[in-house]
T-cell receptor, first 109, second 117 residues
Framework: QQQVKQSPQSLIVQKGGISIINCAYE??????FPWYQQFPGKGPALLIA?????SEKKEGRFTISFNKSAKQFSLHIMDSQPGDSATYFC????????FGTGTRLTVIP | GAGVSQSPRYKVAKRGQDVALRCDPI?????LFWYQQALGQGPEFLTY????????KSGLPSDRFFAERPEGSVSTLKIQRTQQEDSAVYLC???????????????FGSGTRLTVV
């Protein structure tokens, strides 16, 4: 059973546009919800994270929206740039992390 | 070191061969995690150490997988009698804090890509 479901599998966005990636989780004991960015041949790198006591967190062009009642959270990338092209993973957990299956983002110049 | 270092970067093993993958965490990091990432998938949890104690090994897929961290720093993931389904990238992550550390965000290494032929 997949603990964290992520969509879409791939996303193509024009430069300057908004990229939106969605995730849903099952376990209400999860208390930490990070997003990771991964480039080919590299390990995932922490982008931004949120706890369930807040509904939104913004860091620069990256925003997490969190809906505790729906058990959903999403990543918004504003003013998307070609350098943002990577695979993005949502994750959720308490003692260890469960990852989504990833979204391959391509930002077209 | 500046980051989490994993070696080798690539490993090709014949089916049935034993392999050992090494992880050098960031100096002073208490928590250490191993994850397995299949091609096109997200990382999947294997095991977790706090210092030298292995506190959770629930993700290890079979008894052919064994991990250790004898002195609370470097860790080794050993896979005995490798099978083709073991082919994946094995990621190590470390965190400064004690406890699970997950809620503070941990740093991943670049991984070891294991190919079993």
């Amino acid at each position: 059973q997949q603990q964290v479901k992520q969509s879409p599998q791939s996303l193509i966005v024009q430069k300057g546009g908004i990229s939106i990636i969605n995730c849903a989780y099952e376990n209400t004991a999860f208390d930490y919800f990070p997003w990771y960015q991964q480039f080919p041949g590299k390990g995932p790198a922490l982008l931004i994270a949120i706890r369930p006591d807040v509904s939104e967190k913004k860091e620069g062009r990256f925003t997490i929206s969190f809906n505790k009642s729906a058990k959903q959270f999403s990543l918004h990338i504003m003013d998307s740039q070609p350098g943002d092209s990577a695979t993005y993973f949502c994750a959720a957990g308490a003692n260890n992390l469960f990852f989504g299956t990833g979204t391959r983002l391509t930002v077209i110049p | 070191g500046a980051g989490v270092s994993q070696s080798p970067r690539y490993k090709v093993a014949k089916r049935g061969q034993d392999v050992a993958l090494r992880c050098d965490p960031i100096s002073g990091h208490v928590s250490l995690f191993w994850y397995q990432q299949a091609l096109g998938q997200g990382p999947e949890f294997l095991t977790y150490f706090q210092n030298e104690a292995q506190l959770d090994k629930s993700g290890l897929p079979s008894d052919r997988f064994f991990a250790e961290r004898p002195e609370g720093s470097v860790s080794t993931l050993k896979i005995q009698r490798t099978q083709q389904e073991d082919s994946a990238v094995y990621l190590c992550a470390s965190s400064l804090v004690s406890g699970a550390g997950v809620s503070y965000g941990y740093t991943f290494g670049s991984g070891t890509r294991l190919t079993v032929v």
